[in-house]
């Protein structure tokens, strides 16, 4: 017996055990590791299926969504215990970041907690930045309930997506999601968010989003620039 079916195992029997109490402790448990595998939203499914009414299969998926939303609230603050080892240039930069989009990062969160998407990938580097943690987490716990409600009742699309769907065995897609992790928090730190912001301001829309645009490719192609010059001395 493997371990996936092994931890679905032992949850399945918390959730039998305690109702609603084991759902909220699995959601939780499902969320509160990044790049967990635990089939959280299988046993949600499993559990609504032998439900009478949808009040019932409603109110469990809210609870389900909760109980997500606090376990993520763990990987925000593993986030931000990350950025207290960083410089103070760099933690000014993710700080310029959250604040200069701070609206788009609310539904940044609240898309990657609704979709069938690694959401670590985001979250740590949103706990680095600082971002406010009420609104990360009702964003967070909004999401979930439409992904917990969306699983209860289309499960059929979900479960493909959370049993592998992708193809990538654990051993591979786990080391993707870190590797994704540093790369994504490596490049927010390396653009020049008070000079984007500058240019929205001064230059307008367009002009704006092209400075968005160029900070990004810069960020993206910046080790192959610090490497190929080394390779040159």
């Known amino acids: 017996m493997n371990d996936y079916s092994l931890s679905y195992e032992w949850l ?7 109702g609603l109490i084991g759902i909220f402790i699995v959601s939780a448990l499902g969320n509160m590791i990044p790049y967990t595998t635990i089939p959280y ?11 009478p009414s949808d009040e019932l299969k409603i109110a469990t998926a809210i609870v389900s969504a909760i109980g ?3 376990g993520k609230v763990v990987v925000y603050y593993i986030g931000k215990g990350a950025s207290k080892i960083i410089s103070d240039n760099t933690r000014r930069k993710l700080k310029n970041f959250a604040r200069i989009i701070e609206k788009g990062l609310f539904i ?4 990657f907690a609704a979709l069938p998407l690694p959401d670590d990938v ?6 680095m930045s600082g971002y406010s943690i009420v609104r990360f987490f ?13 699983a209860v009742y289309f499960g059929s699309t979900i479960k493909w997506f959370l049993e592998g769907g ?7 897609s786990i080391p993707i999601l870190v590797i994704v992790t540093l790369w994504l928090t490596y490049v927010i730190v ?17 002009k704006g989003t092209i400075r968005l645009l160029m900070e990004f490719f810069k960020a993206l192609v910046y080790p192959f620039i610090t490497l190929y010059k080394r390779m040159r001395r």
Do not use: C, H, R
């Not at 985001?122 to 706990?127: H, L, Q």
């Not at 009702?138 to 969306?150: M, P, R």
């Open 166 to 172: 992708l193809g990538l065995p654990l051993w591979l």
């Open 190 to 206: 390396k653009m020049d968010w008070e000079g984007i912001v500058e240019t929205y301001s001064n230059d307008g829309f367009i």
């Open 68 to 70: 997500a939303a606090v």
């Open 138 to 150: 009702v964003a967070v716990a909004l999401g979930k309930i439409v992904i917990t409600i969306a």
């Open 108 to 111: 940044t969160i609240f898309l």
């Open 12 to 18: 399945s029997g918390l959730v039998g055990t305690y």
């Open 41 to 51: 939203l299988l046993l949600v499914m499993a559990y609504t299926a032998t439900l």
């Open 122 to 127: 985001i979250y740590i580097p949103v706990g």
